[in-house]
């Protein structure tokens, strides 16, 4: 079992920055590719950000590519969002999640493990 704890999100201002991170406990995370998604209200959720077991491939939606980054710190059984130029379409509730490896598309649903969520609120 792996238990995930997002923090990090917040109200800011268009164009502003946020990071998210993304704690886990149970098992070493690097075992694991871990995704960040997002689901906005009457939205379906939208994976925004892969990233694999030893960092070495990341998967990003068109929409916050050039603005997000994604990385881990196995050592510290952590992943991150960086998030710059922050939209008021990025206004959601973020999740990360934890897989393991299975099938071509590596960075799909579905997930293993998900943490509660945190709320991201960008304003215009």
């Known amino acids: 079992q792996v238990q995930l704890v997002e923090s990090g999100g917040g109200l800011v201002q268009a164009g502003g920055s946020l990071r998210l991170s993304c704690a886990a406990s149970?098992?070493?995370?690097?075992?694991?590719?871990m995704g960040w998604f997002r689901q906005a209200p009457g939205k379906e959720r939208e994976a925004v950000a892969a990233?694999?077991?030893?960092?070495?491939?990341?998967y990003y939606v068109d929409s916050v590519k050039g603005r997000f980054t994604i990385s881990r710190d196995n050592a510290k059984n952590t992943v991150y969002l960086q998030m710059n130029g922050l939209k008021p379409e990025d206004t959601a509730v973020y999740y990360c999640?934890?897989?393991?490896?299975?099938?071509?598309?590596?960075?799909?649903?579905?997930?293993?493990?998900w943490g509660q969520g945190t709320q991201v609120t960008v304003s215009s």
């Open positions: 999640a934890a897989k393991v490896r299975r099938g071509s598309r590596w960075f799909g649903e579905p997930y293993d493990y």
């Open positions: 149970g098992r070493t995370l690097s075992m694991y590719i």
């Open positions: 990233i694999s077991e030893r960092s070495l491939s990341t």
